[in-house]
């Protein structure tokens, strides 16, 4: 039998590349009073997780390592530190969700590289806590400055 | 009557989280593969834990519109969601209740468990009562059928007396051979190829996971080596197709795991022993085409899985 999506669509339905920083621009922000910007992200899985199986979130850009405690992570409206990540067993990233990770710092509009690590643990893999390393890279584009508020 | 055929929206992983399909062009596809429908609760619904009412009412009007059959549902126990500790049982119950009523809400009759619910199965027997559910611990590698944490679950299934608790065999356990996939996978993960051979040679010979691992550091294997070592044994089981007539009784829904199909045939897993099996065992429910293979046309590769089994059917049938 056809696929109907497939013949609905008359395009190719095949699986894109999906990786945790999302190919979405970066975009200047407010977050907690301070000036930065926010960087899409996306869970690496299948299944959406709590928070807490996030063992860490480490971002370059432009080869230039960003500090943990200069990043926040924004899901659905709510603003997280990284070490608060732990703790936040029953906040669940939906698979399909964005989320924005915040970064203090300032950007030159243009492309810039942001590439990074995300650490995340499967909660029920026999071998017991063993993170997955998700590796990103992806060339963004840095909008011109249009004060957006996170 | 011989079992019928659906499909677990978890074959479509890649193009769903990709956003090439949507739920409801998975629930189209579903109409076209057999019609039963199998979801994995955290992943294709939002709110999980819990089932929303709006999610119930575009589930349930998607199934009417495409007239399907809702299968199982996919729980989650998650004992390590806390990163210093183990989910304590009490907390584990919390956790799987909401599961349960939302599994129930949706109309889904079997309710998939992971058996780290063992200890709390007693207490999730008198729920799938109340909500006319079935559970089934899900026998996934390495929990092969002949093994003692199996031997254990139904030993628990005969003391607790009830016909609401039972077995989800996943046919990786029937495996006769390590997926070309997973090699693939070894490779990427900077495994060297005499390493990956050692591993397909440890794992034909039937090495326990344990022993294999010791091999494997001797041979200088570093941590990516021994987790891909660990994947393998947890994908692959040396489970024998005919064991299921031993626990015919206890089978409440069947996983087609597939990685592959190669001329209309399954490399790896011994399929037409298992549908032979099935069949002569009168199991009458469904088994749910489960594609975990690399990302490729989930649609067209899960046709040829339902395809091949199909043709076994008609072969054991005649």
């Known amino acids: ?129 063993f993170p997955f390393i998700y590796e990103a890279e992806r060339t963004l584009l840095m909008e011109q400055e249009q004060r957006g508020s996170a | 009557m011989t079992f019928r055929i659906g499909v677990t929206f978890h074959s479509f992983t890649a193009e769903y989280v990709s956003f090439v399909y949507s739920f409801e062009d998975l629930m189209e596809l579903a109409s076209c593969l057999g019609g039963g429908v199998e979801i994995v609760g955290p992943a294709h619904h939002r709110g999980f834990p819990e089932v929303t009412d709006e999610f119930e009412r575009v589930f349930k009007s998607a199934m009417e519109r495409y007239g399907l059959t809702p299968t199982c549902y996919g729980s989650y126990q998650d004992p390590f969601m806390l990163p210093e500790r183990d989910l304590t049982p009490d907390e584990m119950y919390e956790y799987t209740v909401p599961q349960l009523k939302g599994a129930a809400k949706l109309g889904f009759p079997v309710v998939r468990l992971q058996y780290y619910a063992y200890p709390i199965a007693e207490r999730l027997v008198p729920l799938a009562e109340k909500l006319g559910l079935r559970l089934g611990y899900e026998l996934h590698s390495p929990l092969m059928i002949e093994s003692p944490t199996v031997q254990k679950l139904i030993e628990q299934i005969d003391t607790l007396g009830s016909d609401r608790l039972g077995l989800i065999p996943d046919c990786g356990i029937f495996a006769r051979s390590v997926s070309d996939h997973h090699l693939a996978m070894g490779r990427q993960m900077g495994i060297p190829e005499l390493i990956l051979a050692e591993v397909e040679r440890l794992w034909k010979a039937k090495t326990p996971v344990e022993k294999a691992l010791e091999r494997i550091q001797e041979l200088g294997g570093n941590q990516a080596a021994c987790s891909w070592t660990e994947m393998v044994w947890g994908s692959f089981g040396y489970s024998e197709p005919s064991a299921l007539a031993d626990v015919k009784d206890y089978i409440v829904h069947v996983h087609g795991k597939f990685y592959s199909i190669v001329d209309g045939e399954e490399p790896d897993l011994r399929y037409e022993e298992v549908v032979k099996t099935l069949i002569d065992i009168g199991y009458a429910g469904w088994l749910s085409s489960e594609y975990e293979g690399p990302p490729t046309d989930s649609f067209e590769i899960v046709r040829q899985h339902q395809e091949m089994i199909r043709q076994y059917i008609a072969k054991f049938t005649r």
């Open chain 1, 1 to 129: 039998m056809a696929n109907p999506v497939k013949k609905r669509r008359r395009e190719q339905v095949e699986p894109r590349a999906r990786q945790f920083v999302a190919d979405y621009p970066i975009r200047p922000a407010r977050c907690e009073g301070k000036e930065g910007i926010l960087i899409r992200l996306l869970l690496p899985s299948y299944r959406s997780l709590p928070l807490s199986c996030i063992y860490g979130i480490d971002i370059t850009i432009d080869r230039e390592a960003v500090e943990r405690n200069c990043t926040r992570l924004i899901l659905n409206g709510y603003t997280h530190r990284l070490d608060e990540l732990a703790a936040l067993s029953t906040v669940f990233w939906f698979i399909l969700d964005y989320a924005d990770f915040f970064v203090e710092r300032s950007l030159a509009p243009g492309l810039h590289t942001v590439a990074g690590r995300m650490l995340v643990v499967e909660p029920y893999m026999t071998v017991g806590r």
